[in-house]
């Protein structure tokens, strides 16, 4: 059994209410969102894809691979994506000291120029996402999502993929997506199709402003 939603429940939006977890618009609109790069074949891979589909996206940065691949970063910059801080080293809030959390952040703050945070896992606690838009030096906000492919788990097949998101995005869904190696096999096959039901459905994609 999974011990995640992969659409996220209303108590759970009620529960934390100043996180942001579906974007109010008024159209046919969903917010795609990649965690985790960038990464030179992947993250590329999916900006052709973008690009092929004319829609735009948001890119959650670790700050590692920012480092390690800036040219990468700076294509989804120039590309017209949107790009939020997923930390410099990917670490679980619940299990990390405050202070160590937030130098995490800072850290990533320094090459992601940004007001959007995402946390990794989207675990966090209470006392950091408070300092969060202190050690980030911005109003940030913090956005989690309300549609999870769980690309990321070996345990869910390409086509369980597919369906854990054309089954449950609506106008205004934020989706999670990871642009990294160990989801490449389940995202390779399930992005293509996704963007394809969106177009015949309608929907158009646009990255994450605050």
Not at 123 to 137: D, E, H, Y
Request: include cysteine; hydrophobic fraction near 40%; charge should be neutral.
């Amino acid at each position: 059994m999974h011990r995640f939603f992969i659409k996220t429940p209303w108590w759970l939006r009620k529960l934390f209410p100043r996180y942001i977890w579906k974007m109010h618009t008024s159209g046919k609109t969903v917010y795609l969102s990649f965690d985790d790069g960038p990464h030179p074949v992947v993250t590329n891979w999916v900006l052709d894809l973008l690009k092929a589909y004319q829609v735009q996206a948001t890119f959650f940065c670790v700050g590692e691979n920012v480092q390690a691949y800036p040219d990468v970063y700076e294509r989804i910059i120039a590309e017209g994506h949107a790009i939020g801080n997923h930390s410099w080293s990917h670490p679980n809030g619940w299990n990390t000291s405050k202070e160590k959390y937030l130098e995490d952040v800072r850290q990533a703050a320094e090459l992601i120029d940004t007001k959007l945070f995402r946390p990794p896992y989207g675990r966090i606690t209470f006392a950091q996402a408070k300092q969060v838009p202190v050690v980030m030096n911005t109003d940030a906000a913090i956005i989690m999502w309300d549609v999870l492919s769980a690309d990321f788990d070996p345990a869910f097949s390409p086509q369980q993929c597919l369906k854990n998101v054309i089954d449950h995005y609506e106008s205004g869904s934020i989706i999670v997506f990871h642009d990294s190696e160990k989801a490449f096999p389940n995202l390779s096959f399930t992005l293509p199709l996704v963007l394809e039901n969106l177009k015949k459905a309608g929907y158009s994609c646009r990255k994450i402003e605050v």
